[in-house]
């Protein structure tokens, strides 16, 4: 399946794909019964600012189908600059190009389910990180959300440690998370 994808910055046009994209993700960890995700969180206001800084990726297939997106962000993420974070990498300091980049809000489509997608995905983003000057990829995701823990293990990524979200607002009623990173 992957040799048939391509990742790409989305379009203004695909914001109502990438949110049914986002849906079905949200679907799919409420079957943990997690509260990530489920309240309100992403939402259209988040994919715009995404497509507006250029940050939203699809995986796209042959026939031009949308499959998978996910936010790649190249600026600091301030969730991450808690102190009692420790990373792989070095902080840089405020206002200094960050030496990672930041994966948020990635999803893939029902009907693309158990395809290599997200795989894929994680694969273009750490080639686009590299590309960009970039030492690594940092992640975060709520401790019940064992699919994506299980995927980021073997993908690479290394389980760092627990923190509570500074900033979600009244999206998201549990802010524990795992932040994870990879060497790239």
Same mark, same amino acid.
């Given at each position: 399946?992957? *040799? ?15 949110? @049914?994209? /986002? ?9 943990f019964g997690i509260e990530q995700?489920?309240?309100? &969180? ?11 800084? *250029? ?16 936010? /790649?962000?190249?600026?600091? *993420?301030? @969730? &991450? ?18 030496? &990672? ?33 970039r030492k690594s990829l940092r ?19 290394? @389980?760092?440690?627990?923190?509570? /979200? ?5 999206? @998201?009623?549990?802010?524990?998370r795992i932040a994870y990173e990879? /060497?790239?």
């Amino acid at each position: 399946m992957n *040799d048939t994808l391509t990742m790409r910055r989305a379009l203004p046009g695909e914001a109502d794909r990438v949110m @049914e994209i /986002l849906e079905d993700g949200k679907r799919s960890i409420a079957r943990f019964g997690i509260e990530q995700w489920q309240h309100g &969180y992403p939402n259209r206001t988040s994919v715009e600012g995404d497509l507006a800084l *250029d940050a939203c990726w699809v995986a796209v297939d042959a026939s031009g189908s949308l499959l998978g997106t996910l936010a /790649l962000r190249f600026d600091e *993420d301030p @969730e &991450y600059r808690m102190p009692e974070l420790t990373w792989l990498t070095p902080q840089t300091s405020p206002g200094c190009t960050p030496s &990672y980049a930041a994966i948020h809000r990635c999803a893939t489509a029902a009907g693309a389910l158990k395809r290599g997608v997200m795989g894929f995905m994680f694969a273009a983003a750490e080639d686009i990180a590299r590309e960009n000057g970039r030492k690594s990829l940092r992640i975060d995701t709520h401790p019940g959300n064992v699919a994506m823990r299980s995927f980021l293990t073997r993908h690479g990524f290394t @389980e760092l440690m627990t923190f509570e /979200l500074k900033t979600k607002g009244d999206a @998201e009623t549990d802010l524990t998370r795992i932040a994870y990173e990879k /060497l790239v």
